[in-house]
């Protein structure tokens, strides 16, 4: 494997903005979700001409290196209840499985303008509720914590395999508003949780040979760099930085999809 002829294989131009949008992605998404925002975008106007299946498998491969890292930062600080973590992670690892399969025979522009709908309700909710997050503001009992941690799980998992920009952001929302968590625990919980969803996913994407290795590399180990600093600062800041990087990219997304069902032809 000869990372030189990267640079001739795909253009220098290229392969700097992969590395320096990849760092971002990364950054972005230790935080509070959404890299994928970011680095699929970016890969997409990188490779045109590239299959879609290729574009999300090799993303898969890189947003895994980093939120891998991310997670094990997050779990030096944060407690768990592994019985909950693991039963959310077990039943997004299955959905993402499912929406990867169905990237093949479904349309993604057909889920747009729901999401798009979905976005505009969670930014204005974000926004008005100055206090969402700050602090855990429920005790659920264990079962409901099962039963609502699964729902999401299989939701956001689904949409991960599927498509996947915002994952981490759809994550911390429902832990957020539905399992009351405040940002930073529903951040740590969310970086384990799409590590699942992205190997489920991954299985897919490997299985059918849509990557790209060399770049994938590459990017990997921008997106883990990003991811630790990020991760740092989170920890390091709290809940009102993570809530501001939140509105921040919920803004991005919205855009994003605004502009893909209104604009973009």
Known sequence: MDFLNIFA??????????????????F??????????????ALLISLPKTPLPTIFGTNKIAALAGTSISALQYSKRIKFNYKLLITISICAGL????????????NVNTLKP??????????????????????????LLFHK?????????????????????GTGSFFV??????????????????????????????????????YLLELAIIMSVCNITGNLIGTRLALMKGNTFVRTIFLFITILMTFRYGYDIFIKK
């Open 28 to 41: 972005i998404d230790s935080v509070v979700g959404g890299g994928g925002l970011i680095q699929i975008p």
């Open 114 to 139: 729901v999401i798009l709908v979905v976005l505009i309700v969670i930014l204005v909710y974000t926004f008005l509720k100055k206090d969402l997050g700050s602090l855990q503001t429920k005790n």
């Open 173 to 210: 929302l429902g832990f957020v508003v539905i399992m009351g968590f405040e940002f930073v625990q529903a951040s740590a919980y969310s970086k384990v949780i799409n590590c699942m969803t992205n190997i489920s996913a991954l299985i897919v994407f490997i299985r059918q040979g849509n």
């Open 9 to 26: 294989d795909y253009g220098t131009v290229t392969v700097i903005s992969l590395i320096i949008l990849s760092f971002v992605a990364g």
């Open 145 to 165: 914590q099962l039963i609502y941690g699964s729902l999401i799980g299989l939701s956001v998992g689904f949409y991960d395999g599927f498509f996947g920009p």
């Open 95 to 106: 959905a993402s499985f499912l929406g990867a399969k169905a990237v093949s025979f479904i």
